[in-house]
């Protein structure tokens, strides 16, 4: 585990607040009409971590969702699978052996999800036990406890060791920007996830209003665009949490597509964590393809 | 595509690659909601007038060198029937209450507010600026002027207190072709607002929204005359000016034209407000928000293909953080979408005419030849049309031309400085003077730098955001009088000593 850095290392240059809004909304205004749309609404869903965080998810809940993320609409073969699904580290034996044979990743949240506020040991076994479970990727959250007190050390070491905990596993690094609040403070929370090793910058665990945002997502791909351009290293970006429309989603695409570029335009490498927009995705594809609307009926509650 | 970073990490610097994944198709406005006529008249005294000239010029798309319409050239007989309308109107116009004049320019300003996809689509093709543009800033702050103006017209008295607000007469106003409807709007609202009436010829080049202004005039059934429109050329703007029965001018445009129409005007005891040219400094210090600044800069020269008075044309970037700063803009300016200007997601549209785009080339070359280092994005041009892609100059010196000389185009000059004392001599040492830019973090050194900026308006992390109450205006060659708020309104009235309060 890499030594604890100075404070110094975790300076971060100032953002200005109404500036970034501003290119965020400029570029929410993107029309995306044709196979353009169609191509970034396939995308989406091969970009989903369909996920499901609640106190009372089941194995049966959960095999539900992984075969939505397996085939989202059978009946239709140009429909690609879903990135991953996203559960508790208790329903990771259930996820992987739903999801045996599949291209699906099973993402585990872990280090006392959602709030974090336990001790970093039972954050560790947490994370070691789901990936022992068969959980490829980790969802962490970060301690914003420590990070809004200014122990910038220690939110950076305890990422450090969760990476280890992780292994083969790719780490991703929830910010909670909901509760950082301003600007400056995700940007700094960025440079540390970066500089821990964390494999994605996540905005939102989900449970705190406001999720994502245009703007955070933003500011997150400039961090993460600039790591590359100084390591050569790609950081993912994953916008989790209050997405639910298509229109949504391809807003999140064109600040990728044109802030980090192809690089970033992959699965591999941009995530949405969501649970309802996969069926306003699907609505929006067969809106397209037969011409008018279907029911909500007609796509799987899951 | 994550094995292409990794290869390009193998092979060194990485960089980032854009476009290849994912393109966007085509999407144009519509422009099946609205018809342009074949020829327009001179509006006069509330109707269509035929020139007495009986000539009449091309206006053109220019991002396709095709004729939209042609248009009447006035000559000086009917320079003289347009004053002497607003003359007739004046009487019964400016007697009227101040709150029946309000009623008026609300309802052209809802008028217009109901109409904004016609005229932002109008002043588009007219004008070669991209649609996003027009629809989001031209049309909305056209329409805000005239709202704005409307709630001051019931309240002159308090504006100013102790005093007599007392309308001129017969205003005439001459305006360019960068803004053309909202340099309508700027020009007119407050002289109806005051009670004055007006005689206003818009650019040669871009006619057509302001005489479809006048039908929403109609429509709000404003009373003839209070506002005459008349086009032509820059005779035509000359006869207009040297028309004895004005009582102010009020131009925006060059600064050789306002030398001109200064001259013209001289001694004859009438008002003149001038808005002219500018070469804005745009400061950034290395405590900025880097990444919001390259944006700031981006939206100060490249907004409007830089044809804006207060474009931020001279960026003076603090030494440190020089490299860094303009290795990001040229990365953010790859990615500026240059074409269709009727597409919604086009950025920069097209070079307003021939001569413009002759103007920026020499200057260009003359920056070129002088030795400084022409950077240009490397995007596509269509092939008619006039075009320009986003370019910017690093090496510069203060005694370049493209330093000192107003190109009215996409074109950065980058300059540094090593201390706020260098940054404000260098930003000063300018003959014009209209607006300014800085980027710090640092509230005290913003408030240290406003002082000592010699332009009259002066933006703060941010630039080129218009507001109907805030003054504009310029110091030097960049001209004088305000437009906008409570100070723009000044310059159209007569101050009478009235009664002291009590």
Known sequence: MPHSLSPVEFRVPPVCAVALETRAADLATRSLKKQAKLQGLRLAIAMMDLTTLEGMDSPGKVRQLCQKAMRPLPQRSDVPSCAAVCVYPDLVETAVEALRGSTVQVASVATGFPAGRTDRATKLREVQLAVAAGATEIDMVIDRGAFLSGRYGKVYDEICAVKEACGAAHLKVILETGELKTYDNIRRACRIALLAGGDFLKTSTGKVTPASTLPVVLLM???????????????????????????????????????????????????????SLLNDVLLQLEKDRTGRYQRPVDFSAD | MAKNGEKQQATGTPELVFGGVWKYDPAPESTEHFTIAPRYELFVGGEWKAPKTGKYFATIDPATEKPLSEVALAGDKDVDAAVKAAQKAFPAWSKLSGED????????????????????????LDNGKPIKETRDVDVPLAAQHFFYHAGWADKLDLLFPGQTPEPLGVIGQVIPWNFPLLMAAWKIAPALAAGNCVVLKPAETSPLTALRLCEVFQQAGLPAGVVNIITGDGKTGAALVRHPGLAKVAFTGSTEVGKEIQRAVAGRGIELTLELGGKAAH??????????????????????????????SRLLVQESVHDLFVQKLQRRMARIRVGNPMDKNTDMGAIHSAAQLARIRELVAAGVEGGANLHQSACELPKKGFWFPPSLFTEVAMSHRIAREEVFGPVLAVLTFRTPEEAVEKANNTSYGLSAGIWTDKG?????????????????????????????????????GREGGRQGLRAYVRLAGGLLPG
């Open chain 1, 221 to 275: 791909l400039e961090a993460a665009r600039d790591h590359y351009l100084e390591t050569g290293r790609i950081v993912g970006v994953k916008a989790a949490g209050g997405i639910r429309t298509s229109k949504d989603a391809l807003r999140y695409l064109v600040l990728v597509n044109e802030t980090c570029g192809d690089l970033w335009m992959t699965p591999q490498w941009f995530r949405f964590g969501a649970s």
């Open chain 2, 101 to 124: 004049r309000g009623r008026y320019l609300f309802r052209i300003a809802r008028i217009l507010l109901e109409r904004a996809r016609e005229f932002a689509c109008l002043e588009t």
């Open chain 2, 444 to 480: 005290a050194r913003i408030l240290w730098l406003a002082e000592r900026m010699k332009a009259g308006v002066v933006w703060n992390n941010t630039y080129n955001r218009f507001d109907a109450a805030s003054p504009f205006g310029g110091y030097k060659e960049s001209g004088f």
């Open chain 2, 283 to 312: 400061l950034v210090f290395e405590d900025a928000a880097i990444d919001q600044a390259v944006e700031g800069v981006v939206r100060g020269i490249f907004f409007n293909q830089g044809h804006v008075c207060c474009a931020g």
